[in-house]
């Protein structure tokens, strides 16, 4: 087999008939291998340590009869420098200066390896890393001609999740080196922790003094930590007390960190360490013709030989020449194959055939290996993952997790914990919720308060008609039982907590309540502010000609101020809308148990913008306060009538100041104290609606209770019952049906007024037509009486009561002339007999006066 590389950099392979003389020549297969050659942090020099690893491989090669007897494969190193720009620099000058390459062998560094591997496509090469564990490499859409020997760390994160689940630790921590492999390291495990409802209460960034770290995760009661970092930045954190893997070997190196042996072993004791398998643990021989054994004997002997120390990655690179031998002794024998029924017996295959029998190859590559079985799956090679704990200063196999079955094995015999159980993840976490007997307490007073209002509304309901509710704003009145009532009822909200609810209940829960106590503050406010309104403008038109309110005026005060309200909270909702949050408290000790302390945790419904938001709606409602209790000073003399309510709807507005000023304040304080910041809100909406209901109603319920019938009993018996006018009732309420009652009555007193003029006119005529000349007194008494029985008619068309004004006149317009006839006989006129309207006795004036 010739190689040759022609001026267009396209590799041509010239593949000739067999001819035995040139069967003493070994023709050249070049792999590009791209590590790091200078010392790696936390590595050391990673290529010394591989290299007879390497090289055993290609001996043990070379002593087999394959069908590579006539080949050998050239490694070209180049050197990666852990650097983009120098890494890409050296590849680049590899391609174009260097012979055609079959295939990339090698790659550590995530930030040179990733941007390598995304370009393989375009050169038509595959890449077999060995020590690459990165979990950004895993995806194969982005990197489908990346292969890796090694078990990546994805894998081992997904032992992690395994243990977590099974010890049931639900609350981690993680401490991760500021180094790009073990952030990628942390995103991944991040990912899969959510993914399995595992918590990570804090992630932190290794810094240069662990006590720091040390501290923030005291504080936040963090037991179970994951550590991310190399072994050199190990012997800080040990130091601090913390249960994280340090290498037994390295234990002395770290003395000069300030600590002794003893204290590294003793913060060493216990700590579980996850690894990818290094050799296999099966006594059976490989392809190469060794056992896993046996070949770490030899590799062993090497680097003594050399001077050198060991790496976890050796086994893998070994088997990584072997399945590169493999890939390219495929590839040979498919040309071989082609070039069988080739009528030229010879030919030329393009670098993209190469490249696309080179990558068909790797997908069916399968053999046993020192470090187990070679098989890949998606570019991927699961591994079995190797659990230790350290335990008596060594480190001892407790479990093995089976990545491929996905099953977790332990050995509960052998692990040891501190204690007789396993280490809990953190205190018993416990909701600091409100106590049952408060709640309940609180409630039975909600009720209490809701039923009194109820009680209240169906005694308006009954007593409808009665003149001291007519007279009373009536729609405004159950506006108010409405209000008290939504806004009682956020006390049974507000003592709802969590451990009754699920977070998305919890979440609706917190907008229901804000909805509640907001609007049901806005209608009771807002109806004692039309009430103070009205009277206002009867107090500001005193003087002038009275008129009368349309309700339809205050509904629609009523409506505006709710329309706002609506607005704002909507607004609320939208923008920035309330959560449920969880604010962790410093654990408190408990008696009994082996874990004495308990961690308690409060909710409570929180936004971003909570403060802007309260200020919005608090200065909204403050202002309407304002300006209520402005009305409410300039109409303190108001004295409209005897029985309106403007004193107590003064009250009201005052009393409901003062509590809304106490329970907004209570919105600014800490929520530290479930119990007193419950009884704080509940008392303050209690007393505000228990007072309103009492202010507006019992002066009421009082008056009817004492006048039970439903017309004013002064107005009935001071001036008889007044006429309704064809006036519509939905013009009058409280304060103008008052003030229209007295104009009706000054009305009926100047009509009784004009009455009694007529009458008094009336009885002047009669006296007249009473006084006839002499030889007439029969008919003038037929025609008095016939006038009188007109008159009595007339004035019986009138009123009805016996008591009223008309029949009073009346009585007094027949006496009148009696008494004046009467007194005829002493000056020489007629008797009273004769002068009487009533004509019963029949006997003619004149023989009455013969007689006399």
């Not at 030919?347 to 098989?375: R, Y």
């Not at 009822?489 to 699920?502: A, E, P």
């Not at 800490?670 to 007072?691: E, H, K, R, T, Y």
């Amino acid at each position: 087999m010739g190689v040759r590389v022609n001026l267009g950099q396209r590799m041509v392979l010239t593949w000739l008939l067999f001819v035995p003389a040139l069967s003493h020549v070994r023709h050249s297969l070049p792999v590009l291998w791209i590590m790091p050659l200078t010392n790696n942090p936390g590595q050391g020099n990673l290529t010394a340590s591989v290299l007879p690893a390497v090289e055993l491989a290609l001996d043990d090669l070379s002593r087999q009869e394959t069908n590579l007897r006539h080949y050998e494969i050239n490694f070209n190193v180049i050197d990666s420098e852990c650097d983009t720009a120098k890494g890409l620099k050296a590849f680049f000058d590899a391609i174009c200066f260097g012979p055609k390459y079959l295939m990339i062998f090698g790659g550590v560094c995530p930030s040179v390896t990733s941007v390598i591997a995304k370009s393989l496509l375009g050169w038509n090469l595959v890449q077999l890393s060995f020590a690459a564990t990165t979990p950004v490499l895993d995806d194969e859409k982005q990197y489908p001609n990346f292969f890796r020997m090694v078990t990546t760390d994805h894998v081992v994160n997904q032992a992690v999740v395994k243990i977590l689940q099974d010890y049931q630790w639900n609350r981690v921590g993680t401490l991760t080196q500021d180094v790009q492999r073990f952030s990628e390291i942390r995103s991944d495990l991040s990912t899969q922790l959510k993914k399995a409802d595992l918590v990570v209460s804090i992630s932190e960034s290794l810094s240069a003094d662990p006590c720091v770290n040390v501290n923030t995760f005291r504080d936040m009661d963090v037991r179970i930590i994951i550590g991310l970092f190399d072994e050199h930045s190990a012997s800080k954190e040990v130091s601090m007390d913390s249960p994280w893997w340090v290498p037994r070997e390295l234990v002395e190196e770290f003395n000069a960190s300030n600590c002794t042996s003893d204290h590294l072993l003793m913060a060493m004791e216990g700590y579980i360490t996850l690894d990818f398998t290094h050799l296999s643990n099966s006594r059976k021989q490989g392809i190469s013709g060794r056992t896993p054994q046996e070949y770490d004997v030899t590799y062993k002997r090497k680097l003594l030989e050399n001077g050198l120390v060991a790496s976890k990655f050796h086994g893998f690179a070994y088997d990584g020449v072997w399945v590169i031998a493999k890939v390219l002794t495929r590839v040979i024998e498919s040309i071989r194959q082609r070039e069988r029924y080739d009528i030229y017996r010879n030919f030329t295959v393009s670098d993209e055939v190469i490249g696309q029998m080179v990558l068909d190859s790797m997908k069916k590559t399968k053999f046993e290996g020192v470090t187990g079985p070679v098989i890949f799956r998606h570019g991927e090679r699961k591994g079995p993952i190797r659990l230790r704990q350290f335990q008596d200063g060594r480190e001892v196999k407790i479990g093995e997790y089976m990545a491929r079955a996905g099953v977790l094995k332990l050995h509960d015999n052998i692990i040891q914990f501190q204690g007789a159980e396993p280490d809990k993840d953190t205190h018993p976490s416990q909701g600091w919720d409100v106590s049952t007997q408060v709640y309940i307490i609180l409630s039975v007073i909600t009720c209490l308060v809701i039923l009194t209002a109820l009680s209240f509304l169906i005694f308006l309901i009954k007593h409808r008609n009665h003149w001291v509710i007519r007279k009373s704003t009536q729609f405004a009145d159950y506006l108010i039982i409405l209000g008290t009532v939504l806004a009682c009822s956020f006390v049974f909200l507000y003592g709802l907590d969590g451990s009754l609810l699920s977070d998305e209940v919890f979440e609706t829960l917190c907008t229901i309540r804000a909805w509640t106590l907001s609007v049901g503050y806005n209608i009771t406010f807002g109806s004692l502010f039309v009430k103070t309104k009205r009277i206002w403008r009867i107090v500001k038109n005193k003087e002038k000609k009275r008129k009368n309110i349309n309700n339809d005026h205050l509904w629609i005060i009523i409506g505006g101020l709710l329309l706002v309200d609506f607005g704002l909270l909507l607004l609320w909702q939208i923008i920035d809308p309330l959560k449920r949050t969880l604010k962790q408290f410093p654990s408190v000790a408990v008696p009994g148990g082996e874990d004495t302390n308990v961690r308690l945790f409060l909710e409570h419904c929180e936004s971003t913008n909570l403060t802007i938001w309260l200020s919005i709606l608090y200065g909204y409602k403050g202002f309407l306060t304002l300006l209520g209790c402005c009305l409410a000073l300039r109409t303190r003399h108001a004295q409209v009538c005897d029985d309106c309510e403007s004193k107590y709807t003064r009250l009201s507005v005052y009393n409901l100041t003062v509590v809304s000023i106490a329970g907004a304040s209570a919105g600014f304080l800490p929520q530290n104290n479930p119990d007193v910041q419950m009884c704080f809100m509940a008392l303050a909406v209690i007393w505000g609606c228990s007072c309103t209901l009492c202010l507006a109603f019992v002066p009421k319920v009082l008056k009817i209770r004492a006048n039970p019938t439903e017309v004013n009993p002064s107005i009935w018996y001071q001036h008889g019952p007044i006429k309704e006018h064809s006036e519509s009732p939905r013009s009058y309420s409280s304060l103008d049906q008052c003030s229209g009652s007295f104009e009706s009555l000054c009305n009926e007193n100047q009509r009784l007024q004009r009455r009694i003029t007529e009458i008094s006119d009336q009885l002047e005529l009669l006296e007249k037509d009473l006084t006839p000349p002499s030889g007439q007194g029969h008919e003038v008494k037929r025609t008095a009486h016939m006038r009188s029985e007109d008159e009595s008619r007339t004035n019986r068309k009138l009123l009805d009561d016996i008591n009223s004004l008309e029949h009073v006149q009346r009585r007094l317009s027949v006496r009148l002339p009696i008494l004046h006839h009467a007194y005829i006989p002493a000056t020489g006129g007629m008797s009273a007999s004769c002068s009487s309207l009533q004509n019963s006795a029949h006997v003619p004036c004149a023989q009455q006066k013969q007689k006399t």
